[in-house]
């Protein structure tokens, strides 16, 4: 699951900088306009791509892979030792780390999980940053005067992606904190699939995840729970702390 350390990195880039409005906002405008029409072209593409049918492999910092797989209504965020699935019925979590499969089973009422991105983020472990938490961080730093946005493009994993780093918000961020989110780089694919998150902060800690493989069809089988699974039905899915993983 999801250390303190990559959670810490995520909440200063989606939240510190959102406390700058008051602090140079209108000799920063230009610069701010600016930021908004790249920004947000990126954070659109992600979130069109929410009814898309593909299956992204992605390698996080520590070489682990995370398998990210859609074919709607159904989503699934899967590693070796883990997978949450979410299906017009039902949510799943499944885990392996005491060795055989056991999921917890918790009814899809139909508004969706408010908790969704989290858990994936979770399941993909420690470094992994699923997109709508990507898209909230780019949100974020919209609203940041002072930041400053490069944009290019690149190929990766054999796609075309448009690129977007956004520096310059260490010292946007007010408070005594000891880590400062300093720049992170999103790279989405033009079909709108996440094809990169790096961020670093002030003290070095390190989110970063890259795309290696996609494809348009999607292994239906990682969209049930694995063969053999022990299924536990609970009201809510009970998700482990980062803490406790």
Not at 13 to 31: E, H, K, P, Q, R
Not at 98 to 127: E, F, Y
Not at 138 to 166: E, F, M, R, W, Y
Request: net charge negative; aromatic share 4%; proline share 4%.
């Amino acid at each position: 699951m999801q250390s303190p350390r990559t959670i810490a990195l995520l909440a200063a880039a989606a939240v510190a900088v959102t406390g700058t409005l008051g602090c140079g906002f209108i000799s920063a405008a230009s610069n701010l306009a600016g930021n908004l029409s790249t920004i947000s072209d990126l954070a659109d593409k992600i979130t069109k791509s929410e009814q898309a049918t593909f299956q992204a492999t992605y390698r996080l910092q520590d070489g682990t892979s995370v398998t990210v797989a859609q074919k709607p209504p159904s989503a699934t965020t899967a590693s070796d030792k883990s997978r949450y699935i979410s299906t017009a019925d039902a949510f799943y979590l499944c885990d392996r780390s005491t060795g055989d499969w056991v999921c917890q089973r918790s009814p899809n009422s139909g508004g969706g999980d408010a908790n969704s991105a989290a858990v994936a983020a979770g399941v993909g472990g420690n470094g992994f940053i699923s997109a709508p938490l990507a898209v909230a961080v780019l949100t974020a730093s919209v609203v940041v005067p002072n930041a400053h946005v490069d944009k290019s493009t690149q190929t990766i994993a054999g796609q075309n992606s448009t690129c977007a780093k956004v520096s310059n918000l260490a010292q946007a961020q007010q408070g005594n904190e000891t880590s400062k989110v300093t720049d992170f780089t999103v790279c989405v694919t033009d079909s709108g699939v996440l094809a990169r998150f790096a961020g670093t902060t002030t003290d070095g800690t390190k989110a970063n995840i890259e795309l290696t493989g996609y494809s348009g069809s999607v292994d239906d089988g990682l969209l049930q729970p694995p063969a053999g699974a022990k299924i536990t039905d609970v009201g809510q899915l009970d998700v482990p702390s980062p803490a406790a993983t």
